[in-house]
């Protein structure tokens, strides 16, 4: 699987993200990523349907960076989370 590294601009300000999942057969899915109401990628997720979806919200502050992280005190703040359902028949 490749991998898409999508740049934020101006990462201390706020930005709207969305993912958006549809169905592509019995088994699969397509997640299709958008950063600030532009589209910048698409993933397939092979096996997913049916199975259960964990939403995590987190910072992570080190692993692959190589960096230990911050020295001081560090804030991640998240605003209007939602997680909804549109069923198409």
């Not at 991998?3 to 993200?17: K, L, M």
């Not at 502050?61 to 989370?81: F, H, I, K, L, Q």
């Amino acid at each position: 699987m490749s991998t898409t590294i999508v740049g934020v601009p101006s990462p201390g300000s706020w930005h709207t993200y969305r993912a958006w999942i549809t169905k592509v057969n019995g088994t699969d899915v397509d997640i299709h990523y958008y950063l600030d109401g532009t589209w910048k990628a698409v993933h397939r997720g092979a096996g997913f349907v049916g199975k259960p979806l964990w939403l995590i919200v987190n910072l992570q502050m080190e692993g692959s960076s190589g960096n230990s992280g911050p020295g001081g005190d560090t804030y991640y703040r998240a605003r209007n989370v939602y997680v909804g359902r549109n069923r198409v028949q």
